[in-house]
């Protein structure tokens, strides 16, 4: 019968591949035999799987999931005892809508069966399924690759499978590549090559039989890298893949991993289950890393460091990835999430650990501290919207699996388990987790799986137990507001509710099942005892009365901001607050929290805006990076929803008097140990921002410097923000081109994205316009980086405007290229439109999103967005004249 003779489309009512995107659970595949055969020069793939499938009911159709794919020869037989009996396939056909293929069978009793198969696609479609990526090598010559990016849903773009997280299988995968210079990676070690096979110039390479794993960590590579190696304390072997001429930039990826993997195997007290452990560097790649099992994959800015060329920031970047990334060989490829609603599982545990991990080999970053402002106060933000959802929260189609990728599955969730961390005790905390990992490996598990395993391992003597606690946090959106009020000299009491950015948001109670209550676990200290102390106030209470031995002057709850709330005080409690932060008697981590607070508190009505605004003062003696990390960005956003108004210029001189000192201390050269430059960084943004003369002409003055001269010296700490700022204060034509011409000349991801980065911030829209124009030319600019490009140049101030118009001009454009399916396309219209303050603003976007209305996996995001823009025009009517006199009254 000819290729997809059978194949047609079916709209029949009462066909059940019509009424649910899942695929039926009484149908469990356990091993797939798969042969893979991609072609680098026509860019195109063929290639056969063999399904063993078990059937637990008795059923007359089968399913698998496919997209993109061509599929003809497909075979099912039932696996009888020392023989298989082929059955007849009535009819075969692609249901698009749920990306199925069905098959149709005479009725069949459970059992066993084998479906097999052939296929064939393009290498072409997207950077996404199995794909064609291209490198320029050290001579010049281009080269090509295949691989493979499958999380969340597109292994079904590489072969028919069951491509959901609940079903693990084996795999023995056999996979073609050219003869010369290229080699084939997969999840385990080789087994065995056949050299002339299938073709005189090709080579056949079939690897061991996996573990049992999902879909998406399945992952195959043709290439022509080289790689460094460790052996581990066990002698596995583990690897970095990398092309030739820049595998010497992954020595730093290779140590930090090798050290971290070490220390999760005794941390976890499991050792990784693998024969051996790889980390491969591709061209083109869609999200920063995947955590395929034994063959980890980075986006190159995300695995290269060179010490010669990179920042601290970038250094940083890398080991965390890394970490993160091996994280996930415990937490979501050992013990899997059952579906994607507990998306959490795997990546707020990886967003966790990563900082263990990354504090295990460099102590002095303190990362903890840091995780305050990278994770949790960022987070804050989105999740004090109406527009946010829970951690744990239903998803019913594949647009919906693309957007739980974001802020709060990774931060918050990583955030709620620093949190629990915290008040259940280091060693509590770590016993559960491992009596978690023992239980479900190879296994999927659910949430409620995890809080049994840590209730039993809870030393506390807590009334609830951690699933009765946690679920507030996890199954019901936002985070409360903790209001402190003191009665007498030694008592206060603590009162919760629902914190809200915008004061004038509404919200009915009665949509949680906890109605928005939480259990909240509060840590403080007092004037009179510097030792932690500890207590609850339950969703059950109406409020908590804290008792003190002696007369108090002062209280600080929420130490080191471990717990995800917020803290409210009475005036004269932030007055006292503001004096010991001036005083440095509160270490940085509560200074953070309390710059954060009060600044999140005043936006939301809760504090006034002079408070708070007050709080910022401390900041000019301020010289340690986590507080100045946790105010910077609030203050630049501060700084542009001001610009128009009568606080603009003054607000500017203020964030100036702020910088001046510091500024001139730390200077641009990259000096200092590790937090320093960081600190550095946050500086030079703030005071450039305000237009800090000095700070613009030494960028200027180093950039022409540069431009004159490829090879001068410029600070690797801070050299994207020579690009930045250089290009604002000199800003000609001529210099932009020059940068241009070395970006695309420039073989080093991270050293392309500081200059892409640069030239989006020049004030002239005719080069902004060449700019994006030149830049949809993926010759010229990688499809994965076009929509940085566009994100960078909105940053902009000439360039937000002219942004928003061009994308919404090519919006059936960039649908074509990306897909609503494209989470990073969703994620795009938020970032555009975060400084926009005006009705006639918000009027376009609605218009916007009525002639597109449909948005796949950027819903929620268009919900942040419209949120976002009519909280700024409140708060500009609400506080620019506040600021404007507070300003005056200095």
């Known amino acids: 019968?000819?290729?997809?003779?059978?194949?047609?489309?079916?709209?029949?009512?009462?066909?059940?591949?019509?009424?649910?995107?899942?695929?039926?659970?009484?149908?469990?595949?356990?091993?797939?035999?798969?042969?893979?055969?991609?072609?680098?020069?026509?860019?195109?793939?063929?290639g056969s799987v063999a399904m063993t499938v078990e059937s637990l009911d008795s059923r007359d159709f089968f399913l698998v999931h496919t997209k993109w794919l061509k599929i003809s020869n497909t075979k099912i037989s039932r696996v009888e005892t020392g023989r298989n009996q082929e059955i007849d396939v009535i009819e075969e056909f692609e249901y698009e809508p749920n990306e199925f293929w069905v098959m149709k069978v005479p009725p069949q009793e459970a059992g066993t069966f084998l479906i097999s198969m052939e296929f064939s696609g393009s290498l072409t479609k997207a950077i996404l399924g199995f794909y064609y990526s291209e490198y320029t090598d050290v001579s010049g010559v281009k080269r090509g690759l295949a691989t493979t990016k499958f999380e969340p849903t597109y292994a079904r773009r590489a072969f028919p499978c069951f491509d959901e997280p609940s079903f693990k299988s084996t795999y023995s995968v056999t996979i073609v590549r050219p003869s010369e210079r290229?080699?084939?990676?997969?999840?385990?070690?080789?087994?065995?090559?056949?050299?002339?096979?299938?073709?005189?110039?090709?080579?056949?390479?079939?690897?061991?039989?996996?573990?049992?794993?999902?879909?998406?960590?399945?992952?195959?590579?043709?290439?022509?890298?080289?790689?460094?190696?460790?052996?581990?304390?066990?002698?596995?072997?583990?690897?970095?893949?990398?092309?030739?001429?820049?595998?010497?930039?992954?020595?730093?990826?290779?140590?930090?991993?090798?050290?971290?993997?070490?220390?999760?195997?005794?941390?976890?007290d499991l050792p990784f289950p693998l024969p051996k452990s790889d980390m491969a560097a591709i061209p083109d790649y869609s999200s920063g890393a995947t955590e395929h099992w034994g063959i980890i994959t980075f986006r190159e800015t995300n695995i290269f460091f060179n010490e010669n060329q990179s920042s601290a920031a970038n250094k940083q970047r890398v080991a965390s990835v890394v970490a993160h990334e091996l994280a996930h060989q415990w937490f979501g490829n050992l013990v899997t999430l059952e579906w994607w609603n507990d998306l959490w599982l795997n990546e707020g545990f990886a967003s966790y650990v990563e900082y263990k991990g990354v504090d295990h080999v460099y102590p002095e970053w303190q990362m903890d501290a840091q995780f305050q402002c990278d994770a949790l106060l960022?987070?804050?933000d989105i999740d004090s919207a109406l527009s946010s959802h829970p951690i744990v929260q239903t998803v019913g189609n594949n647009d919906q699996i693309n957007a739980m990728f974001d802020a709060i599955s990774y931060r918050k969730g990583s955030s709620v388990l620093r949190m629990l961390e915290d008040f259940m005790g280091e060693a509590s905390f770590q016993r559960g987790i491992n009596a978690f990992l023992k239980k479900f490996e190879y296994d999927n598990a659910v949430t409620k799986d995890l809080w049994t395993e840590l209730t039993s391992a809870w030393d506390g003597k807590e009334e609830r137990d951690v699933g009765d606690i946690m679920d507030t946090w996890t199954r019901q959106m936002g985070y409360p507001v903790v209001s402190v009020s003191q009665l007498a000299p030694d008592s206060f009491s603590l009162k919760q509710s629902r914190f809200l950015q915008d004061p004038q948001a509404e919200f009915d109670p009665s949509e949680s099942e906890y109605r928005y209550?939480?259990?909240?676990?509060?840590?403080?200290?007092?004037?009179?005892?510097?030792?932690?102390?500890?207590?609850?106030?339950?969703?059950d209470m109406d409020s908590l009365l804290l008792k003190m031995d002696s007369p108090t002057s002062w209280i600080k709850v929420n130490l080191k901001q471990k717990g995800f709330y917020r803290v409210n005080y009475e005036p004269e409690m932030w007055r006292k607050l503001e004096s010991l932060?001036?005083?440095?008697?509160?270490?940085?981590?509560?200074?953070?929290?309390?710059?954060?607070?009060?600044?999140?508190?005043?936006?939301?009505?809760?504090?006034?805006?002079?408070?708070?605004?007050?709080?910022?003062?401390?900041?000019?003696?301020?010289?340690?990076?986590?507080?100045?990390?946790?105010?910077?960005?609030?203050?630049?956003?501060?700084?542009k929803l001001l610009s128009g108004t009568d606080a603009s210029g003054p607000f500017d001189k203020y964030l100036s008097s702020l910088t001046g000192s510091i500024c001139n201390e730390l200077g641009w050269e990259d000096s200092g140990e590790h937090l320093k430059k960081l600190l550095r960084i946050d500086i030079v943004n703030v005071a450039c921002t305000s237009g800090n003369d000095d700070c613009l002409r030494e960028a200027a003055d180093l950039l022409r410097s540069w431009i004159k001269d490829a090879e001068f010296p410029l600070p690797l700490g801070t050299r994207r923000q020579v690009y930045r700022w250089g290009i604002v204060r000199e800003g000609s034509p001529e210099s932009w081109d020059v940068m241009w011409q070395r970006a695309l000349a420039e073989q080093s991801a991270t050293e392309v994205d500081n200059l892409y980065y640069g030239m989006a911030n020049v004030r002239n829209t005719e080069i902004l316009l060449k700019y994006i124009e030149l830049a949809k030319d993926e010759k010229n600019v990688r499809s994965q980086n076009f929509l940085n490009v566009l994100q960078y140049i909105s940053s902009n101030p000439t360039g937000s405007d002219l942004i928003w118009d061009w994308v919404r001009e090519n919006w059936p454009w960039l649908v074509a290229r990306y897909t609503l399916n494209d989470r990073y396309l969703g994620q795009m219209i938020p970032n555009i439109s975060r400084y926009f303050t005006t009705?006639?603003?918000?009027?376009?976007?609605?218009?916007?999103?009525?002639?597109?209305?449909?948005a796949g996996a950027g819903e929620r995001y268009r919900k942040q967005a419209l949120e976002t823009v009519q909280f700024n025009i409140r708060w500009v009517e609400k506080n620019s004249s506040t600021i404007t006199q507070w300003l005056k009254s200095r």
Not at 10 to 38: G, I, K, M, Q
Not at 210 to 218: D, F, I, Q, R
Not at 520 to 538: K, N, V
Not at 584 to 593: C, N, V, Y
């Open 517 to 539: 209550k939480w259990d909240i676990p509060l840590s403080y200290i007092t004037s009179s005892s510097e030792d932690t102390q500890r207590s609850w106030l339950y969703r």
């Open 1 to 46: 019968m000819p290729e997809n003779a059978r194949k047609k489309m079916r709209t029949s009512s009462d066909a059940p591949w019509e009424d649910d995107f899942r695929l039926p659970s009484t149908v469990r595949p356990s091993h797939y035999d798969l042969y893979l055969n991609p072609d680098l020069d026509s860019k195109t793939f063929s």
């Open 182 to 268: 290229y080699i084939a990676l997969s999840n385990m070690p080789v087994k065995l090559e056949k050299k002339g096979v299938p073709s005189p110039s090709s080579t056949e390479v079939t690897f061991e039989k996996s573990v049992p794993m999902v879909t998406y960590l399945v992952c195959f590579i043709v290439c022509d890298f080289t790689y460094k190696e460790m052996l581990m304390k066990s002698g596995m072997p583990f690897r970095v893949y990398a092309p030739e001429g820049r595998i010497k930039n992954s020595q730093f990826a290779l140590e930090t991993g090798a050290s971290i993997l070490q220390m999760y195997e005794k941390m976890f």
């Open 581 to 639: 932060c001036t005083e440095k008697t509160l270490g940085p981590s509560e200074r953070a929290s309390l710059l954060s607070d009060a600044l999140a508190l005043a936006d939301a009505a809760l504090l006034d805006y002079n408070v708070a605004l007050d709080m910022t003062t401390v900041l000019a003696s301020e010289r340690d990076y986590v507080p100045w990390d946790a105010a910077a960005g609030r203050l630049i956003v501060l700084k």
């Open 839 to 854: 009705k006639e603003k918000l009027i376009e976007m609605k218009e916007f999103f009525a002639k597109y209305p449909e």
């Open 378 to 380: 960022s987070v804050m």
